[in-house]
Structure formats: structure tokens, C-alpha cells
T-cell receptor
Framework: QKEVEQDPGPLSVPEGAIVSLNCTYS??????FMWYRQYSRKGPELLMY????GNKEDGRFTAQVDKSSKYISLFIRDSQPSDSATYLC?????????FGTGTSLTVIP | GAVVSQHPSWVICKSGTSVKIECRSL??????MFWYRQFPKQSLMLMAT?????????EQGVEKDKFLINHASLTLSTLTVTSAHPEDSSFYIC??????????????FGPGTRLTVT
């Protein structure tokens, strides 16, 4: 079983839609949960992070962590064409980072 | 925010030659650097983890004699692909963090290097 599971998509939505991206994990030792955004042929950039369970909101983005279910989500409200990218979830324990496979998102104008 | 640079951004080399990729942390001390490989439309594949002043730890299946990693200073790590072959053509991305001094969620990525072996 992989440490982190993420549906690779691809996901295609119309502009203005609400997007839900999800990951599940198996290691209960993870404490930090991150979402990265990667544009084509670029390095990933940190979008949001959450410590332990709970929600965190940043503009149109909301990250949720449910440690009891080992499930994390990223919601994008009012999606824009500029949100088209690959979104990777990641989790850390100590000096180890574990990444999901990434979900490719296309927002159609 | 912290900045990580990579050089070159794109390199073409002939089969059998070696190519070196540099990864630099510009405004923080990178005690740990990671090297990833990424094929088109696929996720990051961790190749190795290097701690400053120590030998790199390679992931299973990654040939340490083929992918030489040096992390001689707190701001620079290099990946040398030796005797390159066309199947080594890929997108190589480095990342860096200041562990354990930095925050647990922090890992900063370089912009990547596209390697094409002809």
C-alpha cells in the first residue's frame, strides 16, 4: 500500500465551478499536510499547509484534514483558467516527505 | 519566500557523456536537499536525499554510480548523470529544506532541469 493515494484525474471543469481534490494516507504519524501546485514544466510551489486536523482557508482555496479518516481535501472556489495545473498533496513526518501522484486539473473558460 | 535555483534549465547532451545539474538555495541554509525525476504527466519520483556533508541516500532502484550527488555546502547540491543514455531523458527537479531548524511543512522546489539525451 502506498503511503499516499491521490486520484490522478484528469479533472476538467467549467470556469466558476467548485473543485474538490482529495488524498488518502495510511501513516498516522503524519502531522503536516501540504498542497502543491505545479504548472507544466515548472517546479511545484507550495499552495497551502495544514497542521493536524482542521480547516484552513486562503482566498479561494480551502484545505481540510480529517486525521480520523486519514483523508485530506483541497477545495477551489470560483475556479479560474489560471488554476489549470497539477495539484500534488504531500505529507511530512520528520525529514520525510511523501507526495501523492498529483491530479491534473483543467478549468475551461 | 525561500528561493531555490537550478542550472541549467535545459540541457541536451550526447549519449555516453556526463552532465551536471546544480541546485542552489539562494536565501536559506539547505541542510537537506532532495532530487526528483519526473516523466511527462507523471508524479515526482524521489531519487535521493542528501544531507550537507554526508553521502546521499538513494531510493531503491536508483543507481548511485550513475546518478552522482554531491552536497558539499549548505547552499549547493549537484547531480551528475554519468554516461547518459536516451532513457535518462527526463525532467529533474531538486528541492531543499532547512531541517530541523526550518518549519516541518517547508520544502522549496527548484524550477527543474529538462535533460534530453540524443
Amino acid at each position: 500500500q502506498k503511503e499516499v493515494e491521490q486520484d490522478p484525474g484528469p479533472l476538467s471543469v467549467p470556469e466558476g465551478a467548485i473543485v474538490s481534490l482529495n488524498c488518502t494516507y495510511s501513516n498516522s504519524a503524519f502531522q503536516y499536510f501540504m498542497w502543491y501546485r505545479q504548472y507544466s514544466r515548472k517546479g511545484p510551489e507550495l499552495l497551502m499547509y495544514t497542521y493536524s486536523s482542521g480547516n484552513k482557508e486562503d482566498g479561494r482555496f480551502t484545505a481540510q484534514v480529517d486525521k480520523s479518516s486519514k483523508y485530506i481535501s483541497l477545495f477551489i472556489r470560483d475556479s479560474q483558467p489560471s488554476d489549470s495545473a497539477t495539484y500534488l498533496c504531500a505529507m511530512s513526518a520528520g525529514n520525510q516527505f511523501y507526495f501523492g501522484t498529483g491530479t491534473s486539473l483543467t478549468v475551461i473558460p | 519566500g525561500a528561493v531555490v535555483s537550478q542550472h541549467p534549465s535545459w540541457v541536451i547532451c550526447k549519449s555516453g557523456t556526463s552532465v551536471k545539474i546544480e541546485c542552489r538555495s539562494l536565501d536559506f541554509q539547505a541542510t537537506t536537499m532532495f532530487w526528483y525525476r519526473q516523466f511527462p504527466k507523471q508524479s515526482l519520483m524521489l531519487m535521493a536525499t542528501s544531507n550537507e556533508g554526508s553521502k546521499a541516500t538513494y531510493e531503491q532502484g536508483v543507481e548511485k554510480d550513475k546518478f552522482l550527488i554531491n552536497h558539499a555546502s549548505l547552499t549547493l547540491s549537484t547531480l551528475t548523470v554519468t554516461s547518459a543514455h536516451p532513457e535518462d531523458s527526463s525532467f529533474y527537479i531538486c528541492s531543499a529544506r532547512d531541517y530541523p531548524a526550518g518549519k516541518q511543512y517547508e520544502q522549496y522546489f527548484g524550477p527543474g532541469t529538462r535533460l534530453t539525451v540524443t
